[in-house]
């Protein structure tokens, strides 16, 4: 069985750089994408990015020159990067399984960051 | 503002079909499948309805989905008050290069 989890400081300070890591287990990074997508506190999901098992990466281009996102093959671990945070980068961070271009599962279970000074 | 629209709120009794719409266009839901996550209070988002009207393993009969040009649905019948959650659509934009989802709709089992 799939599972993901996210991991990373819950509180950033405005204009510093937000880091995650999301660990896998129970099955291979290879022949996945993998996304990240955020939730702000009572609203909808906004896709971050993707990476797929061979380093190729893909950006929401409304974030584009903030993130970035990568792979550590060897210890299944997938991490993202936000830079210049504001309060508006306070949400829900969910690491995602990707099946190619198609659909997201599993999900982690999420973490929470915000960004207050 | 969603690229995909989706009705805000959504209501029914228990036993009573229910059905949810998310518009798009060429670019995403007219080129590309849809899918569905099904977001229960306090939990992640999981996969409900993939390739406009597939269900994973473990997903009930009585979820649905259907895709007709731009548009899609997603229909529960038999409601039950477990289905209480927020239904979100999804689908790849080619405008984008990127994944858009509708703004969800919040479904209340009165």
């Known amino acids: 069985q799939v599972q993901l989890q996210e991991s990373g400081p819950g509180l950033v300070k405005p204009s510093e750089t937000l880091s995650l890591t999301c660990s896998v287990s129970?099955?291979?990074?290879?022949?996945?994408?993998w996304s990240w997508i955020r939730q702000p506190p009572g609203k909808g999901l906004e896709w971050i990015g993707y990476i797929s098992d061979i380093g190729r990466t893909n950006y929401n281009p409304s974030l584009k020159s903030r993130v970035t996102i990568s792979l550590d093959m060897s210890k299944k671990q997938l991490s993202l990067k936000l830079s210049s945070v504001t309060a508006a980068d306070t949400a829900m961070y969910y690491c995602?399984?990707?099946?190619?271009?198609?659909?997201?599962?599993?999900w982690g279970q999420g973490t929470l960051v915000t960004v207050s000074s | 503002q969603s690229v995909l629209t989706q009705p805000p709120s959504a209501s029914g009794t228990p036993g009573q079909r229910v059905t949810i719409s998310c518009s798009g266009s060429t670019s995403n839901i007219g080129s590309y499948t849809v899918n569905w996550y099904q977001q229960l209070p306090g939990t992640a988002p999981k996969l409900l309805i993939y390739s406009n009207n597939q269900r994973p393993s473990g997903v009930p009969d009585r979820f649905s989905g259907s895709k007709s040009g731009t548009s899609a649905s997603l229909a529960i019948s038999g409601l039950r008050s477990e289905d209480e959650a927020d239904y979100y659509c999804a689908a790849w934009d080619d405008s984008l290069n990127g994944w858009v989802f509708g703004g969800g709709t919040k479904l209340t089992v009165l």
């Open positions: 129970g099955a291979s990074i290879i022949s996945y994408y």
């Open positions: 995602v399984r990707q099946q190619d271009l198609l659909w997201f599962d599993p």
